[in-house]
């Protein structure tokens, strides 16, 4: 009996809640001067007295509940005038048609850019590095871009090259996906040298993403992904110059310009000249500490904005040409009998971003990216050599819109990558072409930007290795206004290329053994996010923490444990993983003064010669601190950053004569730099040190007194090796006209 009054209380219960709550429908029009209707969508529609709300779908239709009729409804949308409307009935279909709002003939919006934040709104936790944090330092590329950035880490991966690489959770820079403005960047051939070929002053902002990042950007991400963008012409100085020079001879020039053509078209011009003028030699093992040389980089990049279409499309040139090894040594000098590393560089790019504005779909939009490139390399490092050609044509085209309503968003569309490589090292020929075409979707559920679930999946089919298949989700979630929490899994693949993915291993006398038959790595990255932000003396301050997990189901393994005097590539599907977490805090207490810490765990384990342990040159410890000030006139700042880097397991040497064997374990250490700036109104000056705490890894090459024979390495890098450095430069720009 009490079971059956209880159901009939809940029916009871049920049916009075059902008779409360009113479900209203509408649309939203709008009619222009000529007493044209058009449907407006993406109009919002609230209640004064009920939580409920709305937004109208394509045809300008919604559905909105309410509990508490009668009551007053609000129709608003940006540009026109809100509409309200006393509702007592809901069985009636209400048509609400707005007026335009006085329009004006230009708004000028100024803010402040803070230099660095971290987004609340997007589900993949973008980290935004804008102008003014990339000159806290004297970013003459973008290997040198993260010196105030504990997200990525940057390495120098030999001694005698100067090239640098990145890390993101621990694993190696190929794991991270780099582009520009969408336009893949650092990938092929110039993945051992392509981070120094973007000069730093070229770029306007960096976006940093960790984990798998979006199926429409491709297959490859797994650690994260950094996208650049490049100073435009609508947006940019009319004349920019920027000159550098340090205490070891590395002297620099950047040249920028805009033009605004018309209201519809734009064009600007890059320059970038680079040159280490003399040998040096701190360490004084006989070796040059950075090769002497130059790079030249070139780039011209025109913009279309039309009522219908967009488009924005150049061409990017980069020549270098550097010389390291034996003080005083000489390319194609055998008589000498000195070793000698050379690097030269060529590099042609053409690409393309055109966007159109459907007629019929105000909502939806096709765009097309294109990019055709030429790379060449040719390199000696003493009795080795390499010399690689790549080819490669990129088309990437997709369809964006919403569904019914802008709760409901979907990405779809196509791409075909197309790589032609041709390979020689020593006497060995590798010639491939890597064709690889792909369809994707992505869907995102965005409920007032406080919920935000985005569900991706793509497929590629390689013509070398088959398909491919890649499914990604991202979620986020506002608790208040002030913070988010993120979660995300997917899947990444990553094809090899050993001999360019890891050009520095060139720089020892090693065997190389590798695998014939290499395959694709395969991996799945999860990731979890919180970021807080607060106020401190009415000034924006943040916390953030993340956790983020790789695991391989495949990994290409780069083996230096077996013997000291070979490096084995191979493919194994042992038990291989990463786990990153960091932590970081940035406190602004006052207007003038910016304090940030961040601390950072990596354990990043691999089977090495039949042993699970730790990757070499990666630390299981990071931390670090950073002071900004600004002057309250904004004519003086200062910069100070100390890194300090945990100790790192190394390569065992242990079967090398006594005199050629290291220690498996680095020393840890702090690395400071620091940067003063001065402002003028149309220059400013800075000069800044560089590792000034003079850090310098001693015996930093094996076998440095005899580098043709069985013992020479050069690549057991694991700390600087040239010291500290001293820096100065001028930054002189003009405005564009208004």
Same mark, same amino acid.
């Given at each position: 009996?009490?079971?059956? *009054?209880?159901?009939?209380?809940?029916? #009871?219960?049920?049916?009075?809640?059902?008779?409360?709550?009113?479900?209203?429908?509408?649309?939203?029009?709008?009619?222009?001067?000529?007493?044209?209707?058009?449907? *407006?969508?993406?109009?919002?529609?609230?209640?004064?007295?009920?939580?409920?709300?709305?937004?109208?779908?394509?045809?300008?239709?919604?559905?909105?509940?309410?509990?508490?009729?009668?009551?007053?409804?609000?129709?608003?949308?940006?540009?026109?005038?809100?509409?309200?409307?006393?509702?007592?009935?809901?069985?009636?279909? *209400?048509?609400?048609?707005? =007026?335009?709002?006085? /329009?004006?003939?230009?708004?000028?919006?100024?803010?402040?850019?803070?230099?660095?934040?971290?987004?609340?709104?997007?589900?993949?936790?973008?980290?935004?590095?804008?102008?003014?944090?990339?000159?806290?330092?004297?970013?003459?590329?973008?290997?040198?871009?993260?010196?105030?950035?504990?997200?990525?880490?940057?390495?120098?991966?030999?001694?005698?090259?100067?090239?640098?690489?990145?890390?993101?959770?621990? %694993?190696?820079? &190929?794991?991270?996906?780099?582009?520009?403005?969408?336009?893949?960047?650092?990938?092929? %051939?110039?993945?051992?040298?392509?981070?120094?070929?973007?000069?730093?002053?070229?770029?306007?902002?960096?976006?940093?993403?960790?984990?798998?990042?979006?199926?429409?950007?491709?297959?490859?991400?797994?650690?994260?992904?950094?996208?650049?963008?490049?100073?435009?012409?609508?947006?940019?100085?009319?004349?920019?110059?920027?000159?550098?020079?340090?205490?070891?001879?590395?002297?620099?020039?950047?040249?920028?310009?805009?033009?605004?053509?018309?209201?519809?078209?734009?064009?600007?011009?890059?320059?970038?000249?680079?040159?280490?003028?003399?040998?040096?030699?701190?360490?004084?093992?006989?070796?040059?500490?950075?090769?002497?040389?130059? #790079?030249?980089?070139?780039?011209?990049?025109?913009?279309?904005?039309?009522?219908?279409?967009?488009?924005?499309?150049?061409?990017?040139?980069?020549?270098?040409?550097?010389?390291?090894?034996?003080?005083?040594?000489?390319?194609?000098?055998?008589?000498? !009998?000195?070793?000698?590393?050379?690097?030269?560089?060529?590099?042609?790019?053409?690409?393309?971003?055109?966007?159109?504005?459907?007629?019929?779909?105000?909502?939806?939009?096709?765009?097309?990216?294109?990019?055709?490139?030429?790379?060449?390399?040719?390199?000696?490092?003493?009795?080795?050599?390499?010399?690689?050609?790549?080819?490669? !044509?990129?088309?990437?085209?997709?369809?964006?819109?919403?569904?019914?309503?802008?709760?409901?968003?979907?990405?779809? !569309? %196509?791409?075909?990558?197309?790589?032609?490589?041709?390979? &020689?090292?020593?006497?060995?020929?590798?010639?491939?072409?890597? /064709?690889?075409?792909?369809?994707?979707?992505?869907?995102?559920?965005?409920?007032?930007?406080?919920?935000?679930?985005?569900?991706? &999946?793509?497929?590629?089919?390689?013509?070398?290795?088959?398909?491919?298949?890649?499914?990604?989700?991202?979620?986020?979630?506002?608790?208040?206004?002030?913070?988010?929490?993120?979660?995300?899994?997917?899947?990444?693949?990553?094809?090899?290329?050993?001999?360019?993915?890891?050009?520095?291993?060139?720089?020892?006398?090693?065997?190389?053994?590798?695998?014939?038959? *290499?395959?694709?790595?395969?991996?799945?990255?999860?990731?979890?996010?919180?970021?807080?932000?607060?106020?401190?003396?009415?000034?924006?301050?943040?916390?953030?923490?993340?956790?983020?997990?790789?695991?391989?189901?495949?990994?290409?393994?780069?083996?230096?444990?077996?013997?000291?005097?070979? #490096?084995?590539?191979?493919?194994?599907?042992?038990?291989?993983?990463?786990?990153?977490?960091?932590?970081?805090?940035?406190?602004?207490?006052?207007?003038?003064?910016?304090?940030?810490?961040?601390?950072?765990?990596?354990?990043?384990?691999?089977?090495?010669?039949?042993?699970?342990?730790?990757?070499?040159?990666?630390?299981?410890?990071? &931390?670090?601190?950073? #002071?900004?000030?600004?002057?309250?006139?904004?004519?003086?700042?200062?910069?100070?950053?100390?890194?300090?880097?945990?100790?790192?397991?190394?390569?065992?040497?242990?079967?090398?004569?006594?005199?050629?064997?290291?220690?498996?374990?680095?020393?840890?250490?702090?690395?400071?730099?620091?940067?003063?700036?001065?402002?003028?109104?149309?220059?400013?000056?800075?000069?800044?040190?560089?590792?000034?705490?003079?850090?310098?890894?001693?015996?930093?090459?094996?076998?440095?007194?005899?580098?043709?024979?069985?013992?020479?390495?050069?690549?057991?890098?694991?700390?600087?090796?040239?010291?500290?450095?001293?820096?100065?430069?001028?930054?002189?720009?003009?405005?564009?006209? =208004?």
């Amino acid at each position: 009996m009490q079971k059956l *009054l209880l159901i009939v209380l809940l029916l #009871i219960g049920t049916n009075a809640i059902s008779q409360t709550t009113k479900i209203i429908r509408g649309k939203v029009i709008t009619t222009n001067k000529l007493d044209k209707k058009s449907a *407006l969508p993406g109009a919002k529609i609230r209640w004064v007295n009920d939580a409920n709300v709305a937004v109208s779908d394509v045809n300008g239709k919604f559905t909105i509940k309410n509990e508490n009729l009668p009551d007053t409804i609000k129709i608003s949308f940006t540009g026109y005038e809100t509409l309200t409307y006393w509702v007592t009935d809901a069985s009636q279909e *209400l048509d609400f048609d707005l =007026k335009q709002g006085n /329009i004006l003939d230009g708004v000028e919006v100024i803010a402040k850019n803070r230099g660095k934040s971290i987004d609340l709104i997007s589900a993949t936790g973008v980290e935004h590095i804008g102008e003014d944090e990339l000159r806290k330092a004297a970013c003459c590329n973008l290997s040198e871009s993260f010196e105030t950035n504990a997200s990525v880490d940057v390495n120098i991966t030999d001694a005698v090259s100067g090239a640098k690489k990145i890390q993101m959770l621990g %694993l190696d820079g &190929v794991y991270t996906q780099l582009q520009w403005e969408n336009i893949p960047l650092v990938r092929g %051939l110039s993945t051992s040298y392509g981070l120094s070929f973007t000069p730093g002053t070229w770029i306007e902002s960096i976006q940093i993403t960790k984990g798998t990042g979006s199926v429409v950007n491709g297959y490859e991400s797994m650690a994260g992904m950094i996208n650049l963008e490049i100073k435009k012409p609508t947006e940019s100085e009319r004349f920019y110059v920027n000159l550098y020079g340090n205490k070891f001879g590395r002297a620099e020039v950047n040249f920028h310009g805009a033009q605004m053509l018309n209201k519809k078209w734009s064009t600007m011009s890059f320059i970038h000249y680079s040159n280490q003028l003399f040998e040096s030699d701190v360490n004084n093992d006989g070796f040059r500490d950075m090769p002497i040389g130059s #790079i030249i980089a070139l780039m011209n990049r025109w913009s279309y904005q039309g009522d219908k279409m967009e488009a924005k499309f150049g061409v990017k040139a980069t020549y270098g040409d550097k010389m390291g090894g034996q003080l005083k040594s000489q390319p194609n000098d055998v008589a000498s !009998g000195l070793w000698n590393a050379k690097m030269n560089t060529e590099h042609v790019e053409l690409f393309s971003k055109t966007g159109f504005y459907l007629k019929n779909r105000p909502s939806g939009s096709i765009g097309l990216i294109s990019q055709w490139k030429y790379h060449h390399m040719n390199n000696v490092f003493g009795n080795s050599s390499y010399d690689g050609t790549q080819k490669k !044509g990129y088309l990437n085209v997709m369809y964006g819109d919403i569904i019914r309503n802008t709760n409901h968003n979907i990405k779809t !569309g %196509l791409s075909m990558t197309v790589d032609n490589y041709n390979q &020689v090292y020593n006497d060995s020929n590798f010639v491939k072409t890597e /064709i690889v075409p792909g369809a994707f979707a992505e869907y995102t559920y965005n409920s007032l930007d406080k919920l935000i679930l985005v569900l991706g &999946v793509r497929g590629d089919y390689h013509n070398l290795y088959g398909p491919l298949f890649a499914p990604r989700f991202h979620g986020k979630y506002n608790f208040s206004k002030r913070n988010a929490l993120r979660i995300s899994v997917g899947r990444g693949y990553r094809v090899p290329n050993p001999y360019a993915d890891f050009m520095s291993q060139m720089a020892s006398n090693r065997k190389w053994i590798v695998n014939p038959n *290499l395959t694709p790595e395969d991996g799945v990255t999860s990731g979890i996010t919180f970021t807080q932000k607060f106020l401190t003396n009415d000034h924006v301050s943040t916390f953030s923490v993340d956790y983020f997990y790789t695991h391989f189901l495949n990994q290409l393994i780069i083996d230096m444990d077996v013997d000291p005097n070979e #490096i084995h590539i191979y493919n194994t599907n042992s038990t291989s993983f990463s786990h990153s977490v960091q932590a970081e805090l940035t406190i602004k207490p006052y207007k003038v003064l910016e304090l940030r810490g961040a601390f950072k765990y990596y354990n990043v384990q691999a089977t090495y010669n039949n042993e699970l342990q730790q990757k070499a040159f990666v630390p299981k410890y990071r &931390v670090l601190l950073n #002071i900004g000030y600004e002057s309250r006139n904004k004519k003086w700042l200062v910069d100070v950053t100390g890194n300090w880097v945990g100790r790192k397991r190394l390569p065992s040497t242990a079967t090398n004569p006594e005199i050629y064997q290291r220690a498996e374990i680095s020393d840890d250490y702090w690395l400071l730099n620091s940067q003063i700036t001065y402002n003028f109104k149309k220059f400013s000056v800075y000069i800044g040190g560089e590792n000034l705490l003079n850090v310098i890894q001693k015996n930093a090459i094996i076998s440095s007194n005899d580098p043709f024979g069985t013992y020479f390495d050069a690549t057991q890098i694991w700390a600087p090796i040239s010291g500290a450095n001293v820096y100065i430069g001028l930054h002189y720009s003009l405005k564009q006209k =208004k």
